[in-house]
Structures are given as structure tokens and as C-alpha cells.
Nanobody, 115 residues
Framework: QVQLVTSGGGLVQSGGSLRLSCAAS????????MAWYRQAPGKQRELVAS???????DYVDSVKGRFTISRDSAKNTVYLEMNSLKPEDTAAYYC?????????WGQGTQVTVSS
């Protein structure tokens, strides 16, 4: 079993910053990819950012230059630093971890950006 604990969401004004974190614990042998997804009301869940074992990162175009994903492999923790937040970033954010071929999800954390 793998558990993911997410924290760091909240309410922030447009232009503000937030940092999300997600710590994995349990039967972890090798984490391949750690990622953040988000889902706004009435919209499909979308991949926001991902980071693999070699540190390669990928971002959805709408957050490039504003969000930074990083990971602490020793702590099995992934972070999402979000700067210059916009109202359209408002969504529930979910941590996702791929261990071998199995995908695990954390509980969502709400990010609300007011204009």
C-alpha cells in the first residue's frame, strides 16, 4: 500500500504564490514519475507538471514560467511552487505517483485564486 499526503492549498489573491507538497509513504520501491494534476469545476482533470527519476520536468503550457515542480527523493516528496497565480488556476490539485506500472493518487487540495 502507498499513501500520499497532500498539503499547501488555500486562498490567495491574483499574483500571489502557494507551495503544494505531497509526501509518499508505504510500500515504495522505486518511484518513476511524480506529478501534479488539477481539476476545475465542470472541466476534465489535466496534467499540470511532472518530474521523472532523472529530474526531467514537463509542464502544461498555461503554467510554464510560473510553476516549478521539484522532488526530494530521500523524502519521497514532490513539491509544486506556484507563482503569479491567476484566477484560472483555481482548481482542486492532485498529487500522482507512478510506481512501476501502478498509479497512486493523493487527496485533492483546493487552490482558489481571487481576482
Amino acid at each position: 500500500q502507498v499513501q500520499l499526503v497532500t498539503s499547501g492549498g488555500g486562498l490567495v489573491q491574483s499574483g500571489g504564490s502557494l507551495r503544494l507538497s505531497c509526501a509518499a509513504s508505504g510500500s515504495i520501491f522505486a518511484i518513476n514519475v511524480m506529478a501534479w494534476y488539477r481539476q476545475a469545476p465542470g472541466k476534465q482533470r489535466e496534467l499540470v507538471a511532472s518530474i521523472n527519476n532523472w529530474g526531467r520536468t514537463d509542464y502544461v503550457d498555461s503554467v510554464k514560467g510560473r510553476f516549478t515542480i521539484s522532488r526530494d527523493s530521500a523524502k519521497n516528496t514532490v513539491y509544486l511552487e506556484m507563482n503569479s497565480l491567476k484566477p484560472e488556476d483555481t482548481a482542486a490539485y492532485y498529487c500522482n505517483v507512478l510506481i512501476r506500472s501502478t498509479s497512486y493518487w493523493g487527496q485533492g487540495t483546493q487552490v482558489t485564486v481571487s481576482s
